[in-house]
């Protein structure tokens, strides 16, 4: 006798739907694009307690600098990929119906002598407005982005921006403001380095410089030295003679109490080449501290891989090989100058800065803990 067929056997079954995410209101959407010397990248996110959660992003390296160090001007091919990489930009704000944004132009914009007919340019093929920021804003960007990292326990504050055109250095006192209060007192520089009363305690910056050398202008300067090694000692010391004029202390200060914060594209390559990541990974790498002796061992590596084993690295790549080198002798110069063993590294910038600026002078962050 046939077995009996179940009831209801070869039924469709009732399929469990998730609900489609709701779209964010465009009101509530804020976009930060950081056009450098070497790349352009941009965040679109909304606000979600004291910080914000990512809605779209766009990163590609254009080399807008390309060729500037020896003509003073921007080449024609390096404008003409940038408003490509623009172009793309400028569709995701219009997909997401963006109306709160800061569009920011840097280092090769400020020295180029045709800048301001390559904005023009921009304007008209993208409709984008670009605004070519001065260097003190520029570091005050990068510092704020960095506030969520900032220990209770650090008293001096050093913050480092190693750019394509130019590296921002900011030195903050912050051991007057309460230990629970430190990173948050960073936070309130987004109204300017000295910011007007207020009754909350606040952070000092002491000093602060712009150095005109970042890995794209740094490299160009030492380009026709053939020795992999000598290069680097020479970007090297290079880079620590343009740093004279940086003194915020006389006298030298503790370890105890100081951090130095890192922020680049070369701090967190390091940073991913120490934990031996084959992925990126940026969960693992932003808020990672990392010692000046491991710090070593990831440049004496990058050095004994020469420039061909750098090309091949996945860990570098081929966009980065040509780059990290002189991020990397900037890196080398700081941690011999400053009293640390220590840096923490930031996978967060300018775009961070921009949107963290806006967001707090909306007043739509949350006044908690980050």
């Known amino acids: 006798m046939a077995p009996k067929r179940p009831k209801g056997a070869g039924a469709f079954p009732i399929p469990v739907e998730s609900p489609a995410p709701s779209r964010p209101d465009p009101d509530a959407l804020y976009a930060a694009l950081d056009l450098g010397t070497n790349s352009c990248r941009m965040l679109i996110a909304q606000p979600k307690g004291s910080g914000f959660h990512v809605v779209d992003s766009f990163s590609k390296s254009v080399q807008l600098g390309s060729g500037l160090e020896r003509t003073g001007r921007l080449s024609r091919a390096s404008m003409g990929r940038t408003i490509q990489a623009l172009r793309i930009c400028q569709q995701k704000l219009k997909r997401n119906k963006v109306r709160h944004m800061r569009l920011v132009a840097t280092e090769a ?16 093929e993208t409709g984008l407005t670009l605004e070519i920021i001065q260097p ?4 005050r960007l990068a510092v704020i982005s960095c506030a969520p990292l900032v220990s209770t326990k650090t008293d001096q504050l050093l913050v480092v921006d190693i750019g394509g055109g130019s590296t921002e250095l900011v030195w903050i006192d912050i051991s007057s403001v309460p230990r629970r209060d430190r990173p948050r007192a960073i936070m309130r520089l987004h109204a300017g380095f000295h910011p007007p009363e207020s009754p909350f305690p606040a952070a000092k910056v002491v000093d602060w410089i712009s150095v005109p050398l970042g890995v794209a202008t740094l490299r160009d300067q030492f380009y026709d030295v053939e020795d992999d090694s000598a290069r680097f000692a020479l970007m090297s010391w290079f880079f620590e003679e343009n740093l004279a004029e940086f003194a915020p202390y006389q006298d ?14 070369t701090v967190t390559t390091v940073a991913a080449s120490h934990l031996g990541l084959k992925r990126y990974d940026r969960t693992k790498v932003d808020g990672l501290r990392m010692t000046s002796d491991q710090i070593d061992k990831v440049i004496r590596g990058y050095l004994d ?6 090309r091949r690295d996945p ?4 966009d980065r090989q040509a780059l ?4 990397a002798a900037i890196l080398q110069a700081l941690l011999r100058c400053w009293p640390t063993d220590r840096l923490s590294v930031a996978d967060r910038g300018l775009r961070e800065g921009l949107l963290y600026a806006q967001m707090s002078a909306d007043g739509v962050l949350e006044d908690g803990p980050f």
């Open 305 to 310: 891989l020469g420039p061909v084993g750098r």
């Open 252 to 265: 030298e200060q503790a370890r105890q109490g100081f951090q130095i914060v890192g922020t680049s594209g």
């Open 136 to 139: 003190e804003e520029e570091a």
């Open 109 to 124: 914009c400020r020295r180029a002598a045709n800048a301001r007919e390559f904005i023009r340019q921009v304007k008209r």
């Open 324 to 327: 990290i080198m002189s991020g």
């Open 315 to 318: 860990r570098i790549g081929e």
